[in-house]
């Protein structure tokens, strides 16, 4: 649960603020009339998201499936902190210039581009989020899942909107600070457990598959696994904890 609430967190907060920043453009350029794009734009995304990741939990049926889903997921979860830790500063600005160059468009072109411009952007994270729920299904019963991948939807959505409200006053850094560590500690295990799958699947050459699989078995989905799981969300608290302190500490 905990995974799936920090993960749907990290990518809920980026695709609403996707949208949050782009209906803020339009409005402080006076193009109010391409929001309904912005809207039919982020509907779109999310129903092929949704319909994404429903086709690959049911696509993860054998220890091969989801062995490539789960290293699918990490290399995802990596670049994503790559990239969010390079972007995030310009982020604003990356979104307003792409924007603006689909909106310069005449007529119903514009509201084409800005349309395309959303469902790809926002697409982008849902396929992420869709990779990741599919290789955690494979690990945990799905209906332990749904507690936090709700809590975490609604968390960023409050978030996202406190942004678009307050954005002065919240530290969008330290929370991709954050959420950076919690995803850099979670590929690891994504690894390994792809790797604990693909022994299973007995395709791994020029290894005795059958002693790994029996040997990661506790690290993989066992006493190990729950334990690395503590580690996951104690490590981003402690950083938020040392880093809170220090700006307070400069400040005063």
């Known amino acids: 649960m905990g995974q799936m609430l920090v993960v749907t967190l990290r990518e809920g907060i980026e695709a609403f603020l996707i949208v949050a920043i782009a209906a803020a453009y339009l409005r402080k350029t006076g193009r109010a009339s391409l929001l309904p794009a912005v809207w039919w734009g982020t509907a779109a995304a999310l129903l092929l998201s949704v319909t ?3 086709f690959l939990a049911e696509y993860a049926l054998t220890p091969l499936h989801e062995g490539v889903l789960a290293l699918v997921a990490a290399v995802l979860v990596l670049t994503m902190v790559i990239y969010m830790l390079k972007a995030a500063k310009g982020m604003r600005a990356q979104i307003g210039r792409k924007l603006e160059a689909a909106a ?3 007529g119903a072109a514009a509201w084409f581009g800005v349309f ?3 469902v790809l952007m926002v697409t ?3 396929m992420e989020m869709a990779f990741i729920t599919a290789s955690l299904i494979g690990q945990a019963e799905a209906a332990a899942l749904v507690p936090g991948a709700i809590a975490g939807a609604l968390l960023a959505a409050l978030l996202a909107a406190a942004w678009a409200r307050w954005g002065h006053r919240i530290n969008l850094g330290l929370f991709l600070q954050v959420t950076a ?3 850099a500690l979670f590929a690891p295990q994504l690894l390994l457990y792809a790797f ?3 022994t299973e ?3 791994l050459p020029g290894v005795n ?3 790994w699989h029996l040997s990661t078995e506790e690290w993989a989905e066992g006493a190990y696994a729950q334990a690395y799981s503590f580690l996951l969300l104690l490590a981003p608290l402690a950083w938020l904890a040392w880093r809170t302190l220090r700006l307070q500490t400069a400040r005063s």
């Open 52 to 54: 994404l990741g429903a």
């Open 104 to 106: 310069v468009r005449p």
């Open 116 to 118: 395309l411009f959303v």
């Open 124 to 126: 982008r994270e849902g």
């Open 181 to 183: 560590i919690f995803l």
């Open 196 to 198: 604990h799958e693909f």
């Open 201 to 203: 699947a007995n395709v």
């Open 209 to 211: 598959n059958a002693y």
